[in-house]
């Protein structure tokens, strides 16, 4: 998902200034773009990485994740698109404002509906920590938004108007 918000933010980089619509799409996908990126590394690298890899009891599962985590995917989707945020940053300057935190959240809204209503229900389970079968998935919920929150000031995003 990050992927798309990523490459969306790239068009509009080189040519949305011709076309409304995806000038429109770009401007409304670059606080998502940078925000999610920020997120899905942050989450990965700092929680959910090291504590897969404590749980794992024994050598031959460690040494299958740590194949699993250096896959082409995981690497692309875990580590490539923070530096491919970084260089939309690098490309367009702009520092984000309250839209870019309202539209991430717009955004991850509702990808989080679409992934429970749909893909969750047909049994396709892309993210553990999005289960809504467990007890603490209204606190991961809720956590998410605070660390979107603060990946939005980490990266410079102010919360007045």
Not at 15 to 29: D, K, Q, T, Y
Not at 47 to 55: E, S
Request: aromatic fraction near 22%; hydrophobic fraction near 55%; charge should be positive.
């Amino acid at each position: 998902w990050s992927w798309t918000l990523i490459g969306v933010r790239f068009l509009a980089i080189f040519v949305g200034e011709n076309v409304p619509l995806i000038h429109f799409l770009g401007e409304f996908s670059h606080g998502p773009a940078m925000i999610n990126a920020a997120v899905v590394f942050l989450v990965w690298w700092s929680v959910l990485f090291p504590l897969i890899f404590y749980v794992m009891k024994s050598k031959k599962e460690r040494d299958w994740f740590f194949k699993f985590n250096a896959s082409f995917n995981l690497i692309n989707v875990h580590a490539v698109n923070i530096l491919l945020a970084y260089m939309i940053r690098t490309f367009i300057p702009r520092s984000l404002v309250l839209y870019d935190l309202w539209s991430t959240l717009t955004v991850s809204l509702l990808y989080t509906l679409l992934y429970l209503i749909v893909f969750d229900r047909q049994g396709y389970h892309f993210y553990i920590i999005l289960s809504p079968r467990t007890n603490f998935c209204f606190l991961i919920y809720s956590s998410l938004l605070g660390i979107m929150a603060f990946a939005y000031y980490c990266l410079g995003g102010k919360f007045e108007l």
